[in-house]
């Protein structure tokens, strides 16, 4: 990692960390004793600097974000490695040029496959309401190639662990023609900031996904 990288991680680590007592804090509204600012710093120390990861596990934990882009309803899978980001795919929640899952899959796994001719694909694996599993194969071929493009550019700075309020920062300074891509970069952003300290998933999700 850089040193500027690793700078960027420190000052995001003090951020999150200064945060989290200041809730503390407010929360009992009573100065903080040593103890509980002692399990503070380990709860974040432990889980806001995170490690790269130079091999991908096979499966990730996901979530599924639900945004609007330019009228249309889209879908962003977020592969979670240790509860941060680590990879993005989005596309239409459409049968035919994009995927339909069922209203209450907000969770899933992510699960890189490697083919017979030694390609690879990425599938999303999800249950229903009664336990049983579903496995959407290929993402890459139910997604437009290039929104998979973009979402590769972002997954490859989030695999690298850059803090993620400049990964936001990156989508946000995105200088594309297209209006329906200025669109779903919007939802992109959103679907990230969920992530952010301090930060709920009502805040940047639900209007976006009326």
């Excluded at 680590?86 to 890189?112: A, C, M, R, S, W």
């Excluded at 001719?117 to 959407?136: C, P």
Aim: glycine content about 6%; some cysteine; aromatic content about 8%.
């Amino acid at each position: 990692m850089s040193q500027i990288m690793e700078e960027d991680v420190r000052r995001e680590t003090l951020k999150r960390v200064a945060h989290e007592l200041a809730q503390a804090g407010q929360k009992q509204n009573a100065p903080l004793t040593e103890e509980q600012i002692v399990t503070v710093l380990e709860e974040n120390l432990m889980t806001v600097i995170p490690e790269i990861t130079e091999v991908r596990p096979q499966t990730l934990e996901c979530d599924v974000v639900r945004f609007q882009n330019n009228k249309e309803k889209w879908v962003a899978l977020v592969g979670l490695l240790d509860g941060y980001p680590y990879e993005i795919f989005t596309g239409l929640q459409d049968d035919e040029e994009g995927i339909i899952l069922p209203k209450n899959v907000v969770h899933g796994k992510i699960i890189k496959q490697v083919n017979l001719d030694g390609s690879k694909r990425y599938d999303f694996q999800f249950e229903n309401k009664r336990g049983y599993k579903t496995t959407v194969e290929g993402l890459s071929e139910k997604f437009n190639p290039e929104y998979w493009n973009y979402a590769k550019l972002i997954s490859g700075v989030l695999r690298y662990r850059m803090p993620l309020e400049h990964v936001i920062k990156l989508v946000g300074s995105l200088s594309l023609k297209d209006e329906s891509i200025n669109t779903w970069k919007t939802g992109v952003e959103r679907a990230l900031k969920k992530y952010l300290p301090g930060v709920h998933d009502d805040d940047c999700i639900n209007d976006s996904a009326e």
